[in-house]
């Protein structure tokens, strides 16, 4: 698998099939590009794809100093300048949509469609951001794995958690993220938690490009309420509400979210 040098780590990136048009996949806090498989098979057949793991996660270099949540939106945007040629159809799901929202703010010229995925513009409320230093705290202390089942629920809803059918696929999720660097889950905790609030950035774009938000009905961390205020935020966006799905709704309902995302670029165009 590849790897490229931006801002003095490597990134690892997965692309997969040709066209005139790139679509970018940025995955979510402690997960990475595999979660986005269904997406990367369906859409590589009509655009060429690029799926990359950000820092201290899947296979990229682990992180071990702070930094904030714009380093990752410098690091999106290196990872563009580098193998793009021009905007590219970005999809963000949780940290993937905010380096997303940032990265049209900051380098609208990348963006030629946004696609936003259980994700949220605001900063992090006070009884959540407290509920996840805590979670941190005890990272620094014993690792993520004794922790998992406080986490896990925050991450996969419900359905996704209790399908008999999909035991398998929980479980090999549930031992990839239990065996995360504790010190890179740490910083980047910290960094996405400390997140600013960028609504009244978004409202205030003119003429925002085409954008797409999507958001699992069981999602608990970014729940429709966070979808909805980016919609009534965002010029002309579209909302799609994903049934039985949680937190990570493209690994959970992958057919539904590959298909609203067809329907979307397709419309697009």
């Known amino acids: ?41 369906a859409l590589s057949q009509s655009y060429r794809v690029i799926a990359y793991d950000h820092r201290g996660h899947g296979q990229s270099d682990a992180c071990p100093t702070p930094f904030g949540i714009y380093d990752l939106v410098d690091d999106a945007a290196g ?41 949220g513009a605001s900063a992090e409320d006070p009884a959540s951001l407290k509920q996840y230093n805590q979670l941190l705290f005890f990272v620094r202390l014993l690792g993520i794995r004794p922790i998992l089942g ?15 059918d999909r035991r398998e696929e929980f479980n090999s999720w549930k031992t ?21 609030n960028v609504l009244d950035d978004l409202r205030a774009l003119g003429s925002p490009p085409a954008t797409l938000i ?4 069981e999602d608990i961390p970014t729940p429709p309420s966070d979808a909805k205020a980016m919609q009534a935020a965002i010029r002309g966006s579209r909302f799609v509400q994903v049934p039985d799905a949680g937190h990570t709704s493209p690994l959970e309902q992958p057919d539904a979210v590959t298909d609203a995302i067809t329907a979307f670029l397709r419309s697009s165009d």
């Open 1 to 41: 698998m590849p790897k490229i040098a931006i801002n003095e780590r490597q990134l690892h990136y997965h692309e997969a099939g040709s066209g005139s048009e790139t679509i970018i996949f940025s995955h979510g806090y402690l997960m990475d590009h595999r979660m986005f498989a269904a997406q990367i098979a």
């Open 79 to 119: 990872l563009i300048d580098a193998l793009c040629d021009g905007p590219v159809h970005f999809a963000g799901m949780s940290t993937g949509g905010y380096v997303g929202m940032r990265l049209l703010l900051k380098r609208p010229e990348l963006i030629k469609s946004l696609i936003l995925i259980d994700t």
């Open 150 to 164: 406080k986490v896990l629920p925050l991450l996969m809803g419900q359905t996704f958690r209790t399908d008999p």
């Open 176 to 196: 990839s993220i239990g065996q995360l660097n504790k010190t890179s889950v740490r910083h980047f905790g910290r960094a996405i938690f400390d997140r600013d």
């Open 214 to 217: 999507m958001v699992g009905a």
